[in-house]
């Protein structure tokens, strides 16, 4: 009885430890674990007792086993702080060298699963090119543009409203591409940024360049269609934004300008598609967007300091953030008198100087009480408060707006009889 129990305890131990190989043991343990762990053998010919090698050698393999699990625990601790501190490292030498091309191992390992029929691909390449082009941001852009056109004197024709339409946005998408590709590695070590599909290899460098190309050759080459203004002042601001603004944000706080008098542009462009010049309403609906968007920017910077310097970017948080209360408060005066200018100009009535009173008042107060407490809520607010303003600001403009024909050039031919 004795001998089949025994026989049958044997014979339910691994093949290894049956056919008595003294280094079982010690391939168990991992090869980075320390040789004195690895050094326990025991034979099974030394002991008279099976019975007690069997619970000896089992005491044995949950010792080493919980010695091997320690083990990789301690490797996989120093392997994350590691990874951490070459991670900073990285960070570090792009600040000073924001030139230098860097990718952290976290963008560049991105899983990619890659579609597989017409409809799945088309979905794909359609949420990249989303992405591409900040579709959000683009869609905003193109408002405006549509509100100039609106805004603008002169009977509505159908026609040159979408032909202006598409160019403006094809010509928007195509700068907001440009921009991420000049940017690829500083969008790959921001929080807010690094899940684009630059960064995350979604897409390749050479197919968002062909994609920007198509973009800004169909979006000016359609705006020649209604006339070269139109086309000129798209051209001028896919320039000023991709070759002045992009670079400065690298290297100077004043690209916030600049890029206020990009964002001033697209309601210009809506303006000139209608009429075919640059009068006196185009340039106070550009001021509007100018004016607005330092508040707008600069609370949302305010927020976003620390991951604006972890980019490699100069703004005016980064470089002097004790101005730029001051920024919002004279910005936020200055959008007060837009009601009265339009009044003014004929463009609304004056009913909507006394209706724009309410939400520039209100921009201006947060601005004011910002000025007082610097305070990351306060700029929350503003920027919140912001993002509302200028939908009301702009459906206001339209609702009280006065038609006026478009003046157009008569000429008067005077027949003289010859006496």
């Not at 008595?20 to 053998?41: C, D, N």
């Not at 010695?67 to 960070?91: A, F, G, P, R």
């Amino acid at each position: 009885m004795f001998h089949l129990r025994l026989t049958r305890s044997v014979y339910l131990l691994p093949r290894a430890i049956r056919s008595r190989r003294p280094y079982y043991w010690a391939s168990l343990v991992p090869a980075h674990t320390p040789m004195l762990q690895r050094t326990e053998k025991h034979t099974f010919a030394s002991s008279p007792n099976k019975d007690h090698i069997e619970t000896d050698q089992s005491t044995k393999t949950h010792k080493v086993l919980q010695i091997s699990v320690n083990t990789n625990s301690t490797l996989t601790n120093s392997v994350q702080s590691n990874s951490s501190n070459s991670k900073s490292n990285l960070e570090a030498e792009h600040i000073e060298n924001p030139t230098k091309i860097i990718l952290t191992e976290e963008s560049a390992t991105q899983t990619q699963i890659l579609p597989k029929t017409f409809l799945e691909t088309l979905k794909y390449y359609l949420t990249g090119y989303s992405s591409l082009s900040k579709f959000k941001l683009s869609a905003l852009v193109l408002s405006t543009t549509m509100v100039g056109y609106a805004m603008a004197p002169g009977s509505f024709v159908l026609s040159s409203f979408l032909i202006a339409s598409f160019g403006t946005g094809a010509t928007i998408c195509a700068a907001n591409s440009i921009n991420q590709i000049i940017e690829v590695n500083n969008d790959s070590l921001m929080n807010r940024t690094k899940k684009r599909w630059l960064p995350t290899k979604r897409i390749t460098v050479t197919h968002a360049k062909c994609f920007a190309g198509v973009c800004a050759v169909s979006g000016v080459g359609s705006l020649l269609f209604l006339n070269p203004l139109t086309a000129g002042l798209a051209f001028f601001n896919l320039g000023l934004y991709t070759a002045v603004y992009t670079p400065m944000k690298q290297k100077n706080p004043a690209n916030t300008w600049i890029g206020a008098v990009v964002g001033a542009i697209p309601p210009m462009i809506g303006w000139a598609a209608a009429t075919g010049g640059a009068e006196m309403g185009s340039w106070i609906i550009g001021a509007l967007l100018a004016f607005w968007q330092m508040p707008h920017f600069m609370a949302l910077s305010y927020s976003l300091k620390d991951d604006y310097h972890r980019g490699g970017f100069k703004m005016l948080i980064n470089t002097h953030p004790e101005k730029v209360p001051g920024v919002i408060l004279r910005y936020s005066i200055a959008l007060l008198p837009i009601g009265f200018l339009s009044y003014y100009a004929g463009m609304t009535s004056g009913w909507f100087a006394l209706d724009y009173i309410i939400p520039s008042g209100y921009l201006t107060y947060l601005a004011i009480k910002f000025s007082r407490n610097p305070d990351k809520q306060i700029a929350r607010q503003i920027f919140k408060f912001s993002l509302l303003f200028l939908p009301v600001a702009m459906m206001l403009m339209i609702f009280h707006k006065i038609y006026q024909p478009l003046p157009q050039l008569t000429q008067t031919s005077e027949s003289a009889s010859p006496k």
